[in-house]
Every structure is written in structure tokens, then in C-alpha cells.
């Protein structure tokens, strides 16, 4: 059952711009982690962030975490046409190797 | 895309054929896992396997199988009694003590004709 949604399902921004989306989640977890998949490819593990986390850096990209409103945010700096791609977040529930996977936001960066 | 791979990359299926996929990982990795992705979904877990020779069903099991013989193996058959299999298939791995990161093959695009 996929229990994250993300937000917006697509956004499409200028090179150089800051891009963000959102994951909702609907019930307590143990981490969030954010994937990106270019088009037709596997996903790529971004960063992981865990229940007693807010917030978390990894190069241009920033994950913040909210577990009173179980949203999650993840902004990308300075955006590269190499950053166009979907974003999807995962979230566990427990311990028992399984994560469950959102819809995505596609994001497009205009050279 | 890591030390997994896949195949095939396409694979076209008659209806009432089984079709089995590919699925290796040189990681050393103790956990394997098959999703499915339609377009405009995300991920969604058929099956898992935290070790050799045993696995379990995922979220959307039914009409496909798999094996975990191997440590470094996970095909998985996509039986005749799945109604609309045709779908973007993606194989991952993990480690049991890392298992949030998982690391993902390229993907088998299967079409049912």
C-alpha cells in the first residue's frame, strides 16, 4: 500500500532556480528517504532521514522533516538540467525491510 | 544503476505465457526485492526476500512468482494468471543492516501483445 504523496505531481523551473516538493505520509514511521529515477531508469537512493531528524543537508539538496504534521520537503538549490528526473519519497513503517513508495514529482529544468 | 542488473531490458509476451525475469546483484546484499511501476504510480511491492531460500509476498503478489535459490539471484515469473501484467518492472537490493537504502537495477519493460 503506498501511504506517501507527493506534491506537486509535476514542476518545471528555470536552470539556477530552487525546486521543491512535499511528501505526506499517513502514519508514524521510522525514516523517510528520497529516490530519483531519470525516465526509463532504476532509482537512485538521494538521502535518508530519520524520525528524530528535522533536517538534513547532502550537497544542493535539503530534506526537512515534520512528524506532528507527517510531511516531509525536499528542495533542490541551484537546479542543473541534470536535476530533471523523478522525485519520489519512501517511507518504513518497521522494521521488516519493506518500504512503500509515493507517486512522484517529475520535475523538468529549463535550460 | 550499481552492481545489479537486469533482463531483458524489453520483453513482449503473448497472453497465457509465463515470462521470467532476470534479476543479479553483485553486492553481497542479504535482501532482494521486485517492484512494479505503472505510469503515474509509484512503486509497488510484489515480493521480498531478507534471505536465501526464503522470501515473502509483497503488496501485489498475486500472478507472479519467485525463487531465492541463490543469494545473488531473484527472478521472478510473471504468470498467466496475471490479469494486466504489462508494466515497468524494477529489481532492487539491500544490505540488512542498511535495508532503507536500496539499490536498484535498470528495469525490464514488459508488454503483454
Known amino acids: 500500500s503506498q501511504q506517501g504523496e507527493e506534491d506537486p505531481q509535476a514542476l518545471s523551473i528555470q536552470e539556477g532556480e530552487n525546486a521543491t516538493m512535499n511528501c505526506s505520509y499517513k502514519t508514524s514511521i521510522n525514516n523517510l528517504q528520497w529516490y530519483r529515477q531519470n525516465s526509463g531508469r532504476g532509482l537512485v537512493h538521494l538521502i535518508l532521514?530519520?524520525?528524530?531528524?528535522r533536517e538534513k543537508h547532502s550537497g544542493r539538496l535539503r530534506v526537512t522533516l515534520d512528524t506532528s504534521k507527517k510531511s516531509s520537503s525536499l528542495l533542490i538549490t541551484a537546479s542543473r538540467a541534470a536535476d530533471t528526473a523523478s522525485y519520489f519519497c519512501a517511507t518504513d513503517l518497521s522494521n521488516d525491510y519493506k518500504l512503500s513508495f509515493g507517486a512522484g514529482t517529475t520535475v523538468t529544468v529549463r535550460a | 544503476d550499481g552492481g545489479i542488473t537486469q533482463s531483458p531490458k524489453y520483453l513482449f509476451r503473448k497472453e497465457g505465457q509465463n515470462v521470467t525475469l532476470s534479476c543479479e546483484q553483485n553486492l553481497n546484499h542479504d535482501a532482494m526485492y521486485w517492484y512494479r511501476q505503472d505510469p503515474g504510480q509509484g512503486l509497488r511491492l510484489i515480493y521480498y526476500?531478507?534471505?536465501?531460500?526464503?522470501?515473502q509476498k509483497g503488496d501485489i503478489a498475486e500472478g507472479y512468482s519467485v525463487s531465492r535459490e541463490k543469494k545473488e539471484s531473484f527472478p521472478l515469473t510473471v504468470t498467466s494468471a496475471q490479469k494486466n501484467p504489462t508494466a515497468f518492472y524494477l529489481c532492487a537490493s539491500s544490505s540488512r543492516a542498511f535495508y532503507n537504502e536500496q539499490f536498484f537495477g535498470p528495469g525490464t519493460r514488459l508488454t503483454v501483445l
Open positions: 532521514i530519520r524520525s528524530n531528524e
Open positions: 526476500s531478507q534471505i536465501v531460500n526464503d522470501f
